[in-house]
């Protein structure tokens, strides 16, 4: 069974940084993409960053040059190191993965930052 486990997220300052995990298991972790999500109170899932299994990324425009992925592939773990953070950044933070046709969430991680 797949699983995704998100952490690091919490209460942070305008300015601050953050980093995310995303760990996973019962896949093969290197063969996959990552993708970062975040949903703000009554807004839509909104993509914000991608790493691919060789390691190039994405980020939306609202997070370019704030936010870096990065993963570790001995790990089975993916990251989102988050800087400059503002308070439209609050949100709850997911990762995903696409793995044998399905899509598989973690179960999401708030991060708040306060102005």
């Known amino acids: 069974q797949v699983q995704l486990v998100e952490s690091g997220g919490g209460l942070v300052q305008a300015g601050g940084s953050l980093r995310l995990s995303c760990t996973a298991s019962?896949?093969?972790?290197?063969?996959?993409?990552i993708y970062w999500y975040r949903q703000a109170p009554g807004k839509q899932r909104d993509l914000v960053a991608s790493?691919?299994?060789?390691?190039?990324?994405t980020y939306a425009d609202s997070v370019k040059d704030r936010f870096t992925a990065s993963r570790d592939n001995t790990k089975n773990t993916a990251y989102l190191q988050m800087n400059s953070l503002k308070p439209e950044d609050t949100a709850v933070y997911y990762c995903?993965?696409?793995?044998?046709?399905?899509?598989?969430w973690g179960q999401g991680t708030q991060v708040t930052v306060s102005s």
């Open positions: 019962g896949m093969t972790f290197s063969t996959n993409a």
């Open positions: 790493i691919s299994r060789s390691g190039s990324t």
């Open positions: 995903n993965t696409l793995y044998a046709l399905r899509h598989y």
